[in-house]
């Protein structure tokens, strides 16, 4: 199939496009890598009168660090998270979670901002903000607000951002040399979407774990943080009986339902398998370090 016949405006500023939205009433979308918007054009499960391209707004590009925070601009794109040396310094998870997306073509063209802003609850970038704490800038016409990740997920490919609100960037905070971060993912095949996918970041100053933040991808409608087993292991040692613990406490914490692939029962085993492969490989960073 092909795509309904659009126009199409290529504004430089967000105020620009932003006043195209709201001049096509609301019947536009936004395109920014295109990678899942031009696919679901072709297949006409969105046919908007207007193609709004934001790939030229130079407010929404640039990897820079402020402070204790990395401004990340929507538009970067997924290679530039596994090929920056910025990226890699302050936000090593999302070097780790990089290659597991979709296929070197695609990540290309694909933007953070157009992954995160779609919220696919089996996209890796999404549940890696929430691992991280990033916080998601959004400019709407009364300006701009800071939405963190625990409160932008809201349903299924439910954000925080209203129509015709745009993303604009991302603030991580920055990794401190004591942080110690994992992903993986088990997938039919490699570049497939995963059955179940996991990121996590562990405070480990000496030796015990002081911080645990832990995200899934594909368990639920939006990316979910697991915070029962957060719970457990903050203040442990990363030793065999506190993984055995962490992954019996997963079962508080996800819910899968039935897909009609996956049963639900398997979907929560193969997480705790992941987990517990995630933990064992941090926990042996740390003897290592020691
Ligand atoms: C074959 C194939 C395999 C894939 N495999 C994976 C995979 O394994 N993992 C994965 O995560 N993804 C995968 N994807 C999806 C793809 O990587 C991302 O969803 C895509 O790159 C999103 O970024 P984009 O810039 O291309 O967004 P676009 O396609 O341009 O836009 C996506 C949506 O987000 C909106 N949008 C974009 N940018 C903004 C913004 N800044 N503010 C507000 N709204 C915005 C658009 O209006 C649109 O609704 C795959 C895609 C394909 C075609």
């Known amino acids: 199939m092909k795509a309904r016949s659009f126009s199409y405006v290529r504004p430089t500023t967000i105020?620009?496009?932003?006043?195209?939205?709201?001049?096509?009433?609301?019947?536009a979308s936004y395109i920014a890598g295109g990678q899942s918007l031009v696919p679901a054009l072709a297949l006409r499960l969105q046919a908007p009168d207007c193609l709004i391209d934001i790939a030229h707004i130079a407010e929404m590009a640039g990897i820079a660090r402020q402070g204790e925070w990395l401004r990340l601009g929507a538009l970067t794109r997924h290679v530039d998270a596994h090929d920056d040396p910025l990226i890699a310094a302050c936000?090593?998870?999302?070097?780790?979670?990089?290659?597991?997306?979709?296929?070197?073509?695609?990540?290309?063209?694909?933007?953070?901002?157009?992954?995160?802003?779609?919220?696919?609850?089996?996209s890796e970038f999404p549940a890696m903000m929430l691992a991280m704490g990033a916080e998601m800038e959004i400019a709407g016409p009364d300006g701009s607000r800071r939405v963190p990740a625990d409160a932008f997920f809201q349903d299924l490919y439910q954000t925080a951002i209203e129509p015709g609100e745009l993303l604009v960037a991302f603030h991580i905070p920055v990794a401190k040399p004591h942080h110690r971060c994992a992903f993986d993912e088990l997938a039919r095949r490699r570049g497939d979407y995963a059955i179940v996918g996991c990121g996590m970041m562990l405070a480990i100053p000496e030796g015990a774990v002081t911080e645990a933040r832990i995200a899934f991808l594909s368990v639920g409608p939006t990316p979910l943080r697991a915070?029962?087993?957060?719970?457990v292991l903050t203040g442990s040692r990363l030793d065999q009986a506190v993984i055995r613990q962490a992954q019996t406490a997963l079962a508080d914490d996800l819910?899968?339902?039935?897909d009609g692939?996956?049963?639900?029962?398997?979907?929560?085993?193969?997480?705790?398998?992941?987990?517990?492969?995630?933990?064992?490989?941090?926990?042996?960073?740390?003897?290592?370090a020691a």
Do not use: Y
């Open 15 to 27: 105020t620009e496009a932003m006043a195209a939205f709201a001049a096509a009433g609301g019947e």
């Open 91 to 122: 936000a090593p998870l999302l070097r780790l979670a990089a290659p597991h997306v979709a296929h070197p073509a695609i990540r290309n063209r694909g933007t953070l901002g157009g992954s995160v802003a779609l919220a696919d609850p089996a």
């Open 227 to 231: 915070r029962t087993t957060e719970a």
């Open 255 to 258: 819910d899968p339902a039935d």
């Open 261 to 288: 692939h996956v049963p639900a029962a398997m979907r929560l085993h193969l997480a705790r398998v992941l987990l517990g492969r995630l933990l064992e490989r941090l926990g042996g960073c740390v003897a290592e």
